[in-house]
């Protein structure tokens, strides 16, 4: 009966409480103005919620990926700098996604391990991640009016 109790006041307690804080999203992140499948590919908060919306499972996977969320990031910031070409923040931030991803795998396997890995001209697998997020962008239906470009 003691037992029983316990999971009770535990169950109404998890309910009451919401389970957990507020700023966890889905997929284990909290990167700052993620969206509501954990992370942020526009700066525009209606833009973020139609890709939010039909691309949600991609972007979950991505938010479970430091790495991915890092390419997101690094993408979004590279195109809010107006002193760079945000043509070429893709390639930029692949380039340092496959340099850390490469560090990172080759760790303790010596420089010709990493020098190897980033030489190969295969993507890491965070920025495959992230370009699955940017090929489902293509075909979500965003809000008229509004421009969404911040980072595909």
Do not use: H
Request: proline share 5%.
């Amino acid at each position: 009966m003691r037992i029983l109790a316990s999971v009770i006041f535990a169950g109404v307690c998890i309910v009451a409480c919401g389970g957990s804080s507020g700023s966890s999203r889905p997929g284990g992140t909290n990167q700052p103005g993620a969206g509501a499948c954990g992370v942020q590919v526009f700066r525009t908060p209606a833009c973020q919620q139609a890709l939010d919306s039909a691309c949600c499972p991609l972007a979950q996977e991505c938010a479970r990926d430091p790495g991915c969320v890092q390419v997101s990031q690094c993408i979004l910031s590279c195109k809010s700098n107006p002193s760079v070409n945000a043509n070429n923040c893709l390639q930029g931030c692949a380039t340092q996604s496959r340099v850390d991803y490469c560090r990172q795998a080759c760790a303790g396997k010596g420089n010709d391990c990493t020098t190897v890995c980033t030489q190969e001209g295969n993507r890491a697998e965070p920025m495959v991640k992230w370009l699955m997020i940017a090929d489902c962008s293509k075909g979500v239906d965003y809000p008229e009016g509004v421009t969404c470009d911040d980072s595909t």
